[in-house]
């Protein structure tokens, strides 16, 4: 297969190389002139394989600093959204986001769009590529002589080639080109004159440069690390929504003509759907190969994109429910033994005796998994309270929560995990916490019982079931009367509760027979 290439300075470079399992692109918007002959480069990308924190991700080989290993890795790893600290929540330039009143305000604005007015965008149309992203391979070749009969095969192939060539053309010039010129320079551009200096490019495009120009390492690896703050990204960029002037700048950007009417989500989002169509580009370059050799080439990048994007879906999953975590060690608060249970007695000279396991311990991404979370009302002798259940792979956790509405602006709510539940991020907002009623449920300590209406009538209670605590001798130690919204929440709780025991305890059996079944070692040694 003998195609020309076409590139912005028209070098004969190919799109892929392939470097022993690694897949190693060489810049956006060239095509392979045969597929056939993928050479070697020389990567400066993998200069720091692992970082010095070590965490093992069970079932997924997946390290920190494999997450993210390209320049910009240090600063994604004391990324606020990760590192929950008091010094990161305070926003680098606080005055900025109060604003200014009245007239200053409207002068600050005013100021603002002639800032904007003197911004000057390239014309993408100067790219050399730009006229042939639209074209078929037809009309590419309809100058030259018709392939003959025999040769059609070949033709099949290099449309399927020119198809990945124009799509990429497209996605350079119409997203990332975009992306870069029009939002990330104008607000470099910005802040080089005082504007939205408290709005932080990494949170909102990530290793974008990386991705629009020649890539240092494996196509994979760059949009590995883009994809992985994609989300973080998404809900930053709605909390800036709420600012005038950050929406002024938003807007001017939006109508810009080579937009082509995509707002800036629709464009952050490119590179995600970029990825997952690389393999099926392949595979229509490979269904129409005749060549065995090359087919067998073919395959074996389009595999290792797979594996790429397998990976990044589970290293997505980890940092996911690593954020997660770090917020709920926030939020979730683990009062002393003598203020869960007023029956026990401490004088404060022995308090320093009962200390507890710190929360961050107890809650450790890396130790445990939560698989179901929800809001319910605990029925005491009493009264009804509002309690928040969390159902983790070895315990239940049950907490009351805490509404702090007098707490004047609560955290940041650009710092919320986006994947807290409703329930939570309100919680967050008002500056409220989540109490720990008692202590943790473990699973296999833990009965759960279906209660008939017709025994709760009595007390204006539906929708209820009983949460029981047994010690190892099979006595009840706590219970608890729990109400849900509707028939179908109980339901779905009980059944998540009974799962998580089933598969708790056949964890636990499995512990138990391959200890036994262990080689024991010789009294000799």
């Known amino acids: 297969m003998d195609l020309q290439i076409f590139s912005r300075r028209q070098k004969k470079e190919p799109f892929w190389y392939q470097k022993g399992d690694k897949i190693i692109p060489a810049t956006m918007g060239l095509v392979p002139s045969d597929l056939t002959s993928l050479g070697q480069r020389n990567s400066g990308f993998y200069e720091?394989?692992?970082?010095?924190?070590?965490?093992?991700?069970?079932?997924?080989?997946?390290?920190?600093?494999?997450?993210?290993?390209?320049?910009?890795?240090?600063?994604?790893?004391?990324?606020p959204l990760l590192l929950l600290n008091s010094e990161s929540k305070k926003p680098r330039w606080p005055f900025s986001k109060r604003g200014v009143q009245g007239k200053d305000k409207h002068k600050h604005i005013s100021d603002l769009e002639n800032c904007l007015s003197s911004v000057k965008i390239t014309e993408f149309r100067d790219y050399e590529f730009h006229s042939l992203k639209d074209k078929t391979w037809n009309e590419v070749v309809e100058t030259h002589?018709?392939?003959?009969?025999?040769?059609?095969?070949?033709?099949?192939?290099?449309?399927?080639?020119?198809?990945?060539?124009?799509?990429?053309?497209?996605?350079?010039?119409?997203?990332?080109?975009?992306?870069?010129?029009?939002?990330?320079?104008?607000?470099?551009?910005?802040?080089?004159?005082?504007?939205?200096?408290?709005?932080?490019?990494?949170?909102?495009?990530?290793?974008?440069?990386?991705?629009?120009?020649y890539f240092r390492g494996s196509l994979c690896q760059s949009?590995?690390?883009?994809?992985?703050?994609?989300?973080?990204?998404?809900?930053?960029?709605?909390?800036?929504?709420?600012?005038?002037?950050?929406?002024?700048?938003?807007?001017?950007?939006?109508?810009?003509?080579?937009?082509?009417?995509?707002?800036?989500?629709?464009?952050?989002?490119?590179?995600?759907?970029?990825?997952?169509?690389?393999?099926l580009l392949l595979k229509n370059i490979w269904k129409r190969s005749t060549d065995s050799t090359e087919k067998i080439m073919i395959y074996s990048i389009k595999e290792k994109v797979e594996k790429s994007i397998r990976d990044l879906e589970g290293k997505v999953k980890w940092l996911d429910n690593f954020q997660k975590f770090r917020h709920l060690q926030e939020i979730i608060v683990w009062p002393p033994l003598w203020d869960r249970d007023k029956r026990f007695f401490i004088p404060e000279c022995l308090k320093h005796i009962f200390k507890e396991h710190m929360a961050e311990s107890i809650l450790s991404p890396t130790n445990r998994h939560l698989l179901y979370e929800g809001k319910l009302t605990?029925?005491?002798?009493?009264?009804?309270?509002?309690?928040?259940?969390?159902?983790?792979?070895?315990?239940?956790?049950?907490?009351?929560t805490k509404r702090n509405k007098k707490k004047v602006g609560g955290s940041d709510s650009s710092?919320?995990?986006?994947?807290?539940?409703?329930?939570?991020?309100?919680?967050?907002?008002?500056?409220?916490s989540c109490t720990v009623l008692d202590q943790p449920i473990p699973l296999d300590r833990l009965v759960v019982k279906s209660i008939d209406p017709l025994h709760m009538s009595a007390f204006g209670l539906r929708n209820a079931f009983l949460i029981q605590h047994e010690n190892r001798y099979q006595q009840c130690i706590a219970a608890f009367l729990l109400q849900a919204q509707t028939e179908n929440i109980k339901k779905t709780w009980m059944t998540q509760i009974t799962s998580a025991i089933s598969c708790f305890i056949k964890r636990q059996e499995t512990k138990k027979i391959s200890l036994f079944t262990s080689p024991v070692e010789s009294s000799e040694i």
């Not at 990332?176 to 932080?200: A, C, G, P, R, S």
């Not at 919320?416 to 409220?432: A, D, F, N």
């Open 415 to 432: 710092l919320i995990c986006h994947s807290l539940t409703p329930e939570l991020q309100t919680v967050i907002k008002e500056g409220g």
């Open 145 to 213: 002589q018709k392939l003959p009969v025999d040769q059609l095969d070949l033709r099949k192939q290099q449309e399927a080639v020119w198809e990945l060539f124009t799509s990429e053309c497209t996605y350079f010039l119409d997203h990332l080109l975009v992306l870069k010129m029009i939002f990330m320079n104008t607000l470099k551009y910005l802040q080089t004159h005082e504007y939205l200096l408290d709005v932080d490019l990494w949170r909102l495009f990530a290793n974008l440069e990386e991705l629009s120009q």
């Open 223 to 279: 949009h590995q690390i883009y994809c992985l703050n994609y989300s973080a990204a998404v809900f930053y960029l709605e909390s800036l929504r709420q600012r005038n002037d950050f929406g002024i700048y938003l807007k001017w950007c939006e109508q810009n003509e080579q937009c082509r009417r995509l707002h800036l989500p629709e464009l952050l989002v490119a590179p995600l759907h970029r990825l997952t169509r690389y393999p």
């Open 378 to 400: 605990l029925a005491e002798s009493t009264r009804f309270l509002d309690v928040y259940l969390f159902l983790f792979d070895d315990f239940l956790l049950v907490t009351k």
């Open 48 to 79: 720091r394989r692992r970082s010095s924190v070590v965490l093992n991700l069970p079932g997924l080989e997946v390290f920190p600093g494999d997450l993210l290993v390209s320049d910009g890795a240090a600063d994604y790893l004391c990324h």
